[in-house]
């Protein structure tokens, strides 16, 4: 998402959005190779809640300490307090539908935004049922599953991981595509954060049902150090730490 499409979903103007990220509220995301910058689920769920507690009349001070207690929270646990606000932008969503109806006297004009505002509604629903319901997993004998919505569901065993890596890119193209030598790009928000080489080529199944290969996965995390952290230190023996990952179709990304 860009500056203006983030602040019109939360409700915030940009000026206020920069003003965050001047006093150090809201980290400023890296930009992209057009000068954008490029904001994910996680800096969408961030800002709200800077606006839900500057509403409370906490000053920025506060609000700086409340979020310093949220830093090492699960994204599925932050995104718990955050349905409320996904619902009430899919009331006004709705409330906007009806009132268009009556304020625009032309059928065909008054059946494309319907169209424009159901899908709206859908996929701001899409993406909150993504974030909370479908994280990528770390399991105990090191496997990683990673999922993408109900586009895309692939474990990586343990054996198959030669490296991973925090990697923050912003690859081209369709929301999962395979290049030529083998890289699989699951792209959220314009992005990927995270780098997998695999020892061997791993068979997977497209959101279209065909088969092909990856040599390599990049693929969007909100927190990947800790998923990268978590998949370095798994074991055996170790605890099966979630790092949510989020798909912006979604949407969520956990």
């Not at 995301?29 to 507690?53: Q, T």
């Not at 959220?188 to 954060?193: C, R």
């Not at 088969?211 to 978590?230: Q, S, W, Y």
């Amino acid at each position: 998402m860009r500056i203006g499409e983030i602040a019109a979903l939360v409700g915030v103007t940009t000026r206020a959005i920069r003003h965050y990220h001047h006093v150090g509220l809201l980290p400023e995301p890296e930009r992209r190779s057009n000068g954008y910058r490029a904001y994910s689920v996680r800096d969408a769920v961030l800002l709200a809640r800077v606006r839900r507690l500057t509403e409370l009349g906490l000053s920025l001070d506060e609000v700086r300490d409340v979020l310093a207690d949220d830093a090492g929270r699960e994204l599925a646990d932050v995104l718990e307090e955050q349905t409320a606000m996904m619902y009430g932008f899919v009331f006004v969503s709705v409330i906007e539908t009806v009132a268009l109806a009556f304020l625009i006297p032309w059928p065909a004009v008054h059946r494309v935004v319907l169209v424009l505002d159901v899908y709206g509604v859908l996929l701001v629903l899409a993406m909150h049922a993504a974030c909370v319901t479908r994280p990528h997993v770390v399991r105990r004998d090191g496997s990683l599953r990673i999922r993408y919505g109900a586009l895309f569901d692939l474990t990586v065993p343990a054996d198959g991981v030669a490296s991973v890596r925090v990697d923050r890119r912003y690859p081209e193209g369709r929301l999962v595509s395979l290049s030529e030598d083998g890289v699989l790009d699951l792209i959220v928000g314009s992005q990927t954060t995270v780098t997998l080489e695999l020892t061997r080529p791993l068979p997977f199944v497209r959101p279209l049902g065909s088969r092909a290969e990856a040599r390599t996965i990049r693929f969007h995390a909100d927190d990947p150090h800790t998923l990268v952290a978590a998949l370095r230190r798994s074991g055996p023996d170790g605890a099966p730490p979630r790092a949510g990952a989020r798909d912006d179709a979604g949407a969520g990304a956990r």
